[in-house]
């Protein structure tokens, strides 16, 4: 029997205000535990919550780059439960009245373009976290640094039917959020978090299957073997006959399956009602049109721009805007380097792989884009080759030197001496008589062992282009 795969998500992020949402408190990370807290975040008797307006402008911002109606009329509500790293036993949150519904995001799967529904973003504060010390650690610790922080809640429709479709959601979503610069996005500070739920059903039904929900993912490549091994468990479920629990799941990474951690509450058990100490209030349509109108482009649109202004294909793309500051990076540079074609492959490449290394982002590279595109152009004109081109970007982003510093310094300018080159090649020639022979005998592939040996001879400075040509006319006049 086929079956459908239906997918939900549920994303919180972390907004990147310098204070909390009801009050003044520091929102940095990393502090001490519990030195980020005062009477209102703790929930103390007496005290009020004040909204914090950039939360809102930041909130608007987001639901706005999502295509969302936005309501006029707002209010927050309580939702209450019991929880030790939930100080008051009830969350401010928004339930019947959100701040936005009704959006979509446009995804890109494979060549064909699919639209996401978005059913509501609305703020809410955070909880604190609960922290279990050791594997059989006789009590837990409480740090209410994170209780208060804001927090974008973002709801898509069940309108997901795999798990790639589902990481490709993520992926889009977390670069609007980058564009938009309302969230760093850090998954590894917990400032993006993803709830997924999931159910399956008979193809060509209508009716949802029973789901489970995938709780605090906090990798999207977790979220993604999450999804694949619980698509896989209730299939084989439906197919002994036996029923699908409504649950809530957590996914152990090392085992690589899921486990059961509660079973689902509904709305009606968290008792919403409207928060008492925060008045509704009504946002002007004025201020709803000035966020809009000075949305930044988004990936999208850059993506179709980069497509017709630099004739990049959708694959280089998509990889060079799914990173607001790569894509910066590369525009930055293209203003003086109009061979955008390579400079794609060298961001892609090279500088990608530079940035891995050192575990770091672009924006944090101590490299001016301007150094980069003189680089290119030393190597365009064969003063240097490809591979000595790398070492030398090595050499730049470690020592802060300029492309022509270290090639002065090193000596490492491109050998383009005919006569210089024809000797190395003469001897490379007369050392390796049966690479010679097999490439006489129609093996084109020797050329290049020879060409690699006269690399070897010059230390990686003989012009390429010119190796190969004397290689030949040498062999053939031999």
Known sequence: ???????????HTQLNTKSKIFCGCSTEF????????????????????????????????????LNCSIESFIKFDRKNYFYPDLPKNFQISQYDRPLSYKGHLTIKDKDKTKKIGIT????????????????????????????????????????????????????????????????????????????ANISIRKKGDTKLGTKTELKNMNSFKGV???????????IKLKEKGEKIMQQTLLWDEKKQKTVSMRTKEEAHDYRYF??????????KQEEIDTIKNNLPELPEARLSRFMS?????????NILISDKYLADFF???????????????????????????????VKDL??????????LKIADEGKINNLTAKTVLTDMIHTGKSADTIIKEKNLAQISDSSALEEITDNVIKDNPKPVGDYKNGKENAIMFLMGQVMKQSKGKANPKMVIEILKERIKNA
């Open 1 to 11: 029997m086929s079956y459908e795969t239906v997918i939900g998500l549920e994303v």
């Open 30 to 65: 990393g502090a001490s535990a519990n030195t980020q807290v005062c009477p209102v975040c703790l929930g103390l008797p007496g005290v009020l919550p004040v909204l914090n307006h950039k939360t809102l402008k930041h909130a608007v911002k987001t639901a706005l780059a």
């Open 120 to 195: 509501r973003v609305h703020l809410e504060e955070d909880a604190g976290k609960l922290i279990h010390e050791g594997d059989d650690a006789a009590s837990s610790y409480v740090d209410f640094n994170r209780t208060g922080i804001p927090l974008l809640e973002i709801v898509s429709e069940p309108d997901m039917r795999s798990p790639g479709q589902a990481y490709l959601y993520l992926t889009t979503l977390k670069a609007i959020l980058k564009y938009l610069d309302v969230s760093d996005c850090d998954m590894e500070k917990g400032s993006l978090r993803c709830d």
């Open 224 to 234: 993604k073997a999450a999804l694949e091994f619980e698509v896989k468990r209730q």
């Open 274 to 283: 409207p928060e008492p100490d925060l008045v509704p209030f009504v946002l």
């Open 309 to 317: 202004e630099f004739k990049l294909s959708v694959y280089d793309g």
């Open 331 to 361: 525009e930055e540079c293209a203003k003086t380097y109009k061979q955008y074609k390579n400079l794609s492959n060298w961001i892609q490449g090279a500088l990608s792989s530079e940035l891995n290394n050192r575990k770091i982002q």
């Open 366 to 375: 101590k490299l001016a884009p301007l150094e980069l595109t003189k680089l």
